[in-house]
């Protein structure tokens, strides 16, 4: 069974910076995508960065420069470091996996990830 965990949400003011955490368990890595997608009240969810397990990565437009996803295999876990902040950045942030290629997943977007986890919530006061 797999399992996603989010960690690391918080409240900070504009311009500050957190780091989300996803400790995956249960997972074989193969041929895979593990991305972070985000939700604010009444939107859909977007996906806002992915790393694949060649380490390439790829970012939604609105987060280029400002946020970087990175992943430790020994310790089976995704990262996503969050700097410049923005109140727009507010939204629960959720970790997933797909069994895919990055480049299906942002053709897809959610609806291409297998796994996710429950979220973690980041407000982002001005």
């Known amino acids: 069974q797999v399992q996603l965990v989010e960690s690391g949400g918080g409240s900070v003011q504009a311009g500050g910076s957190l780091r989300l955490s996803c400790a995956a368990s249960g997972y074989t890595y193969g041929t895979y995508c593990m991305a972070w997608f985000r939700q604010a009240p009444g939107k859909d969810r977007e996906g806002v960065a992915t790393?694949?397990?060649?380490?390439?990565?790829t970012y939604g437009d609105s987060v280029k420069g400002r946020f970087t996803i990175s992943q430790d295999k020994a310790k089976n876990t995704l990262y996503l470091q969050m700097n410049n902040l923005k109140p727009e950045d507010t939204a629960m942030y959720y970790c997933?996996?797909?069994?895919?290629?990055?480049?299906?997943?942002?053709?897809?977007?959610?609806?291409?990830?297998?796994?996710w986890g429950k979220g973690t919530l980041v407000t982002i006061s001005s």
């Open positions: 790393i694949d397990n060649n380490g390439s990565t």
């Open positions: 997933a996996a797909a069994n895919r290629l990055c480049w299906y997943v942002w053709w897809r977007g959610a609806n291409a990830m297998d796994y």
